[in-house]
């Protein structure tokens, strides 16, 4: 039986890995961690039954071990805790489906610890890619991609030769903005970009759908999952979000993959891989679809794509300093303290700022990222 720890269990992805888990009835779960949740943490584990459970922070693992004071698990929390559920010595395999640059750390620890990785958080490849895929290589472990996006790529290289690739087309449904002028978007509100017409998600990311930034950092990580430069990394928007992504060979073949948007078909190929599994969910009705529509990215209304491909041409720190400057202005926006257009400038100005580092060491990492927070916390 594969021995699964799974990390940020109480969000969009853990809970979605979790019904993946639950439906198959033969992955065994050995760690949890989440965050703040901490009824859901609890109810999680008394379903699952795992050795080891982390929480966000020491006040709430007392909350914890309250409520689970009958069972048999060890609870342990913070960064400290996060690493320890990542490298528990049981696990074949770790989900990482934390949010931001927290998942650096616990996934490098995993693959340390030869852990096969799945890997949702995508902060972590587009700040550190340079150093988790050498590391992947070093210690001779699997990364499979949970992003649905990569999860297409994947599959549609599946038998391939990857030196015969000419292109990747990256889908993006374009968010709930699609169409609209930038002057259109000054004033739309928190509850305006939470609304996105195809994905459920978790807030943080869905903020990031609807700038397109969350492209960029897919056109970023899909860079190092399948060593490609970005410039053979194309945008095409496909507003019903019915292709996934695409991959075009030498001979100009085109390979796709379709479904309909549920994510817990990239979550279950990641665990599973290469087997396929039935998988109870809506199936694509091409008769009631009638068409799958295309368009061109618009990068001036959406300058946070443009800025990753900038980001990604720059390399070294630069990714960190657009993740991290993003992190820090999301969470802004979320709290009502900036406008919308203020995260691309953000981001720019971050970039901008921030003195290069060519190749980062994880250290230099977390310090762009310090460096980029007081950047921004003088300006606005
Ligand atoms: P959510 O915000 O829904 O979930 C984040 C998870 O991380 C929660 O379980 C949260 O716990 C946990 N977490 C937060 N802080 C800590 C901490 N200090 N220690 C341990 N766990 C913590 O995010 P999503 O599930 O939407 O996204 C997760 C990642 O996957 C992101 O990087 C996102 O970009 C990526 N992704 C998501 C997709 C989606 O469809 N949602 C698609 C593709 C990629 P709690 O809530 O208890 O605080
Ligand atoms: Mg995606």
């Known amino acids: ?12 992805i853990g809970t979605q890995t979790l019904d993946v888990i639950r439906r198959n009835k033969d992955i065994k779960v050995v760690a949890l961690a989440a965050g703040s949740r901490v009824k859901e943490l609890a109810e999680q584990i008394r379903e699952f039954q795992p050795e080891l459970a982390c929480i966000g922070s020491e006040e709430l ?64 490849l587009v700040t550190a890619g340079h150093i988790i895929m050498r590391m992947v290589k070093e210690y001779g472990v ?98 019903q979000s ?19 948007p549920d994510m817990r078909l990239p979550i279950q190929y990641a665990l599973y891989y290469p087997e396929r599994r039935f998988l109870e969910s809506e199936r694509v009705d091409f008769y009631r679809l009638g068409q799958i529509t295309f368009q061109e990215p618009d990068f001036e209304t959406f300058k946070g794509l443009k800025l990753a491909y900038d980001a990604a041409k720059k390399g070294g720190n630069i990714p960190t300093a657009l993740n991290a400057a993003n992190e820090y202005a999301v969470s802004s926006f979320l709290d009502k303290k900036i406008k919308y257009l203020d995260i691309a400038d953000m981001i720019e100005y971050a970039m901008n700022e921030v003195e290069y580092i060519a190749e980062p060491s994880i250290d230099k990492i977390l310090e762009t990222e310090q460096s980029v927070y007081e950047l921004l916390k003088k300006k606005w």
């Open 242 to 260: 019915i292709i996934h992504s695409m991959v075009q060979f030498v001979d100009g073949g085109i390979m796709a993959q379709l479904g309909s």
């Open 1 to 12: 039986m594969k021995k699964l720890s799974l990390l940020g269990s109480t969000g969009s």
């Open 61 to 124: 693992a007392k909350e914890l071990k309250i409520l689970v004071g009958d069972l048999n698990v060890k609870i342990v929390y913070g960064s400290e805790g996060l690493i320890e559920a990542a490298v528990i010595e049981s696990a074949d395999i770790v989900l990482t489906a934390v949010v931001g640059m927290m998942g650096i750390i616990p996934t490098i620890e995993a693959v340390k610890a030869h852990k096969d990785i799945a890997l949702a958080n995508k902060e972590t």
């Open 142 to 239: 699997n990364l499979y991609p949970v992003d649905s996006e990569h999860s297409a790529i994947f599959q549609s290289l599946n038998g391939e030769n990857p030196r015969e690739l000419e292109k990747i087309l990256l889908t993006a449904s374009g968010g709930p903005f699609r169409g609209r002028t930038r002057d259109e978007l000054a004033n739309v509100t928190l509850e305006d970009a939470l609304r996105h017409p195809n994905w459920s998600m978790g807030k943080k990311i869905t903020i990031d759908s609807s700038t397109m930034v969350n492209k960029g950092l897919e056109v970023m990580e899909a860079q190092w999952l399948f060593n490609v430069p970005v410039s053979k990394v194309m945008v095409v928007i496909q507003p």
